[in-house]
């Protein structure tokens, strides 16, 4: 069974840097896509980066190009997201998902086939 586990939050001062992982079970292969996303207190789900399945082409949101970095490490089936110089807007639940239909990196939601459950993470000022 397909499962996607996130974890690696936590608190950090602003301009820290935290690490999380999403750990991919129950898949053989690696052609689907992945994405983060971020979802603010009382606000919705938005895309924060994705791989692309197909290219292998990795995307990011305006507002984390250079302090966030998505890797994957297919031999852990595991996915990673760097976060670097944190601000207190990036606080909130992240989540990793993936595309099993398209393989496709996108930034909408509903495209997405399987959720992890989410990681917190708190960036204090």
């Known amino acids: 069974q397909l499962q996607l586990v996130e974890s690696g939050g936590g608190l950090v001062q602003a301009g820290g840097s935290l690490r999380l992982s999403c750990i991919i079970s129950?898949?053989?292969?690696?052609?689907?896509?992945i994405g983060w996303f971020h979802q603010a207190p009382g606000k919705e789900r938005e895309w924060v980066s994705c791989l692309s399945g197909k290219h292998g082409s990795i995307y990011y949101q305006d507002s984390v190009k250079g302090r966030f970095t998505f890797s994957r490490d297919n031999a852990k089936n595991t996915v990673y997201l760097q976060m670097n110089n944190l601000k207190p807007d990036d606080t909130g639940v992240y989540y990793c998902a993936i595309d099993l239909a398209e393989a496709a990196c996108t930034r909408y939601p509903k495209l997405y086939d399987q959720w992890g459950r989410g990681t917190q993470v708190t960036v204090s000022s």
């Open positions: 129950g898949r053989t292969s690696d052609d689907y896509g």
